[in-house]
């Protein structure tokens, strides 16, 4: 248990808070006790130190007489009754002052001594200083310091019991911080505890105040959040490859087996082998597709960004795609400057073209016609942007579907009756976040309208 105490971060805290207010009460009662019982000292010193200057102008304007007249002067002038003075000849035997005999501890000059004096039966504390004149006499100096030391005690005292109250209450306040500080942090650890567990909908409550308790709250749900949707995007995922794969797996087999059983001559045990064989590539190709995108999504090949020229790559994208277009009776257009800056992973931006080309011409109808139109987007320091949008003129996307588009897998109702694995759209998302970029599905009245939005220029680095 004390192991646990002294290892927890709420201990650590309430310990960090109770020394720095001890630290800050120790230096305001160190100040304190510095500017007003050190204050009564420095006033003293200063009073003794001025009263020996004018003694000594004294003493060399006129001898011993004149600091005799002096001395005895400044004792009826005395009101306040603290001043101190003892002039001692050689012998030490008193020649004036208000002292009966020279104190025993004062054995060097000009140093500071605080010692018990008696003054007419009744005993004091005095603050003096010695000083040696020519011809083997003495002087003493000093300030009778009682009341200011009752009053320095007095001070002592106070502040004394002062700084410790403070630190009562620092430790009182180290114990309520430990205690808020758990609580605030039990609701995550609960929250966690119950994640654990697997009681994913579990959300951290927020106290509705504001502080930085909530704002960690609202990152730990934001979070949790998230990761609600990436749990249902891979359940989705499954269902998704046991659905579609479920049908050319079982198709593939019951060829193979209808081979196995009824085929009669080597060329159609060879066909049957060849259909049964380009399902299974079907197959692997939706792998392979699943694959890329991981590995994209994954941020592996941005080893491979440099800046390139995007018109060469759509030129070879719209020549690639021309035969199929032309067999589908469908139109193929290029719509770019003479030469567009951009920067990236050329190969992967060609292969996210050429699956929005892909996509244009197998939804476009017969006699329709497909626009690949780039331009430059204007931009401040970090070097603005690309924007290739391809047109067409099929069903489109119903605006309810936009959304879902680009999850893998997923397929419009329009688009049930066409080849292909829903997985198009995914990898041209994948594609454009690898590169900081968009992907927005827009209506082109019919049809879609596929915008890319990518950057020209390598980021400026921080």
Not at 8 to 21: E, H, Q
Not at 38 to 59: C, M, V
Not at 270 to 275: F, G, L
Not at 357 to 386: C, L, T, Y
Request: negative net charge.
């Amino acid at each position: 248990m004390r192991r646990g105490l002294l290892h927890s971060a709420s201990f650590r805290f309430a310990m960090i808070y109770a020394i720095l207010l001890a630290i800050s009460a120790g230096a305001l009662a160190l100040f304190l006790w510095w500017a007003t019982a050190g204050l009564l000292d420095r006033q003293t010193e200063a009073a003794i130190r001025s009263d020996a200057q004018n003694l000594a102008e004294r003493w060399q304007e006129g001898g011993l007489p004149a600091l005799i007249i002096t001395i005895d002067d400044r004792l009826t002038q005395d009101v306040e009754d603290d001043s101190l003075y003892l002039l001692v000849d050689p012998r030490m035997r008193r020649i004036a002052g208000n002292l009966a005999r020279w104190p025993s501890g004062v054995q060097e000059a000009r140093v500071w001594y605080e010692l018990p004096i008696l003054r007419a039966g009744v005993r004091s504390l005095a603050r003096v200083q010695r000083f040696d004149l020519p011809g083997g006499f003495h002087l003493l100096i000093g300030r009778d310091v009682q009341v200011r030391a009752e009053l320095r005690t007095l001070l002592t005292d106070a502040l004394g019991w002062g700084l410790l109250i403070l630190l009562g209450m620092a430790a009182l306040g180290a114990v309520l911080v430990r205690s808020l500080f758990r609580r605030a942090i039990a609701e995550v650890s609960a929250t966690a505890t119950a994640i654990a567990g697997g009681d994913l909908a579990r959300r951290v409550r927020l106290s509705g105040r504001g502080d930085e308790f909530d704002q960690l709250a609202e990152t730990i749900n934001e979070m949790l959040d998230r990761i609600g949707r990436l749990m249902d995007g891979v359940r989705q995922v499954s269902n998704a490859i046991a659905h579609d794969l479920r049908t050319p797996i079982t198709r593939a087999r019951t060829r193979l087996e209808d081979a196995a059983l009824h085929a009669d001559t080597e060329e159609g045990l060879r066909a049957a082998i060849e259909r049964g064989t380009a399902d299974l590539d079907g197959i692997v190709a939706v792998f392979q597709a699943l694959l890329r995108i991981a590995e994209i999504e994954a941020g592996s090949r941005r080893s491979a960004f440099a800046a390139f020229d995007a018109v060469p790559l759509l030129d070879a994208i719209a020549e690639l795609y021309d035969v199929v277009a032309e067999e589908r009776a469908v139109s193929l257009a290029v719509e770019a400057p003479p030469s567009l800056a951009c920067y990236g992973d050329a190969d992967l931006i060609q292969l996210a073209l050429a699956n929005l080309v892909d996509n244009a011409v197998k939804f476009s109808p017969e006699g329709g016609a497909v626009r690949i139109v780039a331009r430059a987007q204007p931009g401040g320091a970090g070097g603005g942007g690309v924007e290739i949008a391809v047109w067409d003129q099929g069903p489109g996307i119903p605006e309810s579907d936009r959304a879902r588009a680009t999850e893998r897998f997923f397929r419009a109702e329009s688009a049930r009756s066409t080849p292909g694995s829903g997985l198009g759209l995914a990898l041209v998302q994948a594609v454009a976040q690898l590169h900081g970029g968009v992907l927005r599905l827009e209506d082109a009245g019919p049809g879609l309208r596929a915008v890319l939005v990518l950057s020209a220029a390598a980021p400026n680095p921080a």
